[in-house]
């Protein structure tokens, strides 16, 4: 299983802040890219960490990974 | 005496998420020590006008456990550019009313141009890698900032129509 | 509102030396207001070691109706570069411990690197302009300090000998 | 009558931090050369301030002043 965190509009737009998905696809890329299918969405600008590392596209996704979608952040 | 006591302490201390009022003295205190003979802060309060439009309130958000890491990893950034500094940074979140203290970010120095420096650099990181998201309550709506020079907010497409009026 | 209850309140209250432990968080309340999202604040603490030469405690003296005035001057100063900025200064004197709070600079602005620029050309001014002097008790002497770079003690001439040893 | 006024290692050297003197010499510059001569000081990087403001050396004295010799300071 892999786990989903939505943060700021992004929990808004897939309406909750946490997807367990059984199966996802091989890499960070392509997990934004069916995300952005699903919810008709832009993730361009959108961060992803991997167990709260940011992580690049091509990062490979393994089970239990936690996968963090992280808009422009506004802190500070 | 302070840094002796403060090298014991875990680093979730100096950099921290919490959703209470931060005290501006307590985040000092961290980074006094006899070796600094300046301390800066920066105080990041609510401010009532943005571009002319009015905020009655700001709700913030954070990615806790990864924030509090990467607020770390400033710490570490700054430990490597200016070795005698010490850092301690606390953000809040939840509702925040005008004029509240959003972030305070303390830095002692034994001289005081890295003090400055090295908090300026500070702010700037965490507006740039920390996973902290404010949403903007205005009289007419709602809307999460979301780019860090808060000119625009950040287009949303479609969804969160409903908080939008 | 707390802007408006700063206004009208005498200058001497935003540019004040004490005798007392200064509160950091009254000097920053001076500046706060729904206006400014950041504060700066710069606070010089005393340093143990000097250029390896272990300090025991300080000595702070001003010419303190002048030293209050010059520093309303620099809040003027500060107010014509930097229009929008708002400033609050503490000076401490008397005898000062390892870490106490000898000044605290409170500037708060619409934006932060204003607010940086500000709270530095603040202590650069004082440390040029405001006649405050302190005097470095050592273990084995005493001396006044005279010049704003804090490299060297000014040279007394024959004078004061009776505090050296 | 003109007060002088003394501080941090003037003080020490000159052994009181105030002096009144009946007469005084025409301008600042000149109160520093009498001064220098009494009580063999050079103060060259003293400035003065004339009723709590910077004078130059070339000020007339008047009745009433106060005048404050001022070392290089050390505040902050």
Redesign the interface.
């Known amino acids: 299983m892999i786990t989903l965190?939505f943060?700021?509009?992004l929990k808004?737009?897939i309406?909750t802040e946490r997807l367990d998905v059984a199966h996802a696809p091989m890499t960070v890329g392509q997990l934004k890219r069916q995300l952005e299918a699903d919810y008709?969405?832009?993730l361009r600008?959108v961060m992803v960490?991997v167990n709260?590392?940011?992580a690049l596209e091509e990062r490979t996704l393994q089970q239990g990974d936690i996968v963090?979608f992280?808009?422009?952040?506004?802190?500070? | 005496m302070d840094y002796e006591r403060g090298e014991k302490r875990s680093m979730s201390t100096f950099f921290t998420i919490t959703d209470q009022p931060i005290s501006l003295e307590e985040v000092v205190r961290k980074v006094i020590r006899p070796e600094a003979g300046a301390v800066t802060t920066f105080i990041?309060t609510v401010r009532e006008f943005t571009n002319g439009k009015r905020t009655l309130f700001l709700q913030?958000?954070?990615?806790v456990?990864?924030?509090e890491?990467m607020l770390a990893q400033i710490g570490e950034e700054i430990s490597k550019r200016w070795p005698e500094a010490k850092v301690a940074i606390t953000?809040r979140i939840g509702k925040l009313a005008i004029s509240d203290v959003?972030?305070v970010i303390a830095v002692s120095t034994p001289h005081r141009k890295d003090a400055y420096e090295a908090n300026q650099y500070a702010?700037e990181r965490?507006?740039?890698?920390?996973?902290?998201?404010?949403?903007e309550h205005w009289e007419d709506g709602t809307e999460?900032?979301?780019?860090?020079l808060?000119t625009k907010a950040?287009p949303?497409?479609?969804?969160?129509g409903e908080?939008l009026i």
Do not use: R
């Open positions: 965190l943060f700021a509009y808004d737009a309406g008709n969405l832009d600008h960490a709260e590392e940011y963090a992280i808009p422009p952040v506004s802190g500070g | 990041g913030y958000e954070a990615y456990p990864m924030a890491k953000h959003a972030v702010i965490i507006k740039q890698i920390v996973p902290i998201w404010k949403k999460w900032v979301g780019n860090q808060e950040y949303t497409g479609k969804p969160e908080d």
